[in-house]
Nanobody, 118 residues
Framework: VQLQASGGGLAQAGGYWRLSCVAF????????MGWYRQAPGNQRELVAT???????DYADSVKGRFTISRDNAKNTVDLLMNGLRTEDTAVYFC?????????????WGQGTLVTVSS
């Protein structure tokens, strides 16, 4: 599976931004897709994920501000970020993993930088 993310750039604090990601290759029908991020000096952390069945998981820091959505037919996942804060500045990574299988491999996109200026 290959992931291609797009949408990084410079955003304003308090504003909004959208990231998109598409998965190519051996995408299974039961999967989880989502976003993680890594700020300088920090470990990679969960932002939001959504299963193919629609179950979502959000980091506490983005709840109420970010919304994840996906199109299963197109194997895409989007992240709409509202109420941006400077601490949202990070490299955002798209993630895909199957729900069933052994082992379950995690796949990552190339990362896209979102910089939030005050």
């Amino acid at each position: 599976v290959q992931l291609q993310a797009s949408g990084g750039g410079l955003a304003q604090a308090g504003g909004y931004w959208r990231l998109s990601c598409v998965a190519f290759g051996s995408v299974t029908s039961l999967n989880t897709m989502g976003w993680y991020r890594q700020a300088p000096g920090n470990q990679r952390e969960l932002v939001a994920t959504m299963t193919s069945g629609g179950t979502t998981d959000y980091a506490d820091s983005v709840k109420g501000r970010f919304t994840i959505s996906r199109d299963n037919a197109k194997n895409t996942v989007d992240l709409l970020m509202n109420g941006l804060r400077t601490e949202d500045t990070a490299v955002y990574f798209c993630n895909y993993r199957a729900i069933i299988g052994c082992p379950i491999n995690w796949y990552w996109g190339q990362g896209t930088l979102v910089t939030v200026s005050s």
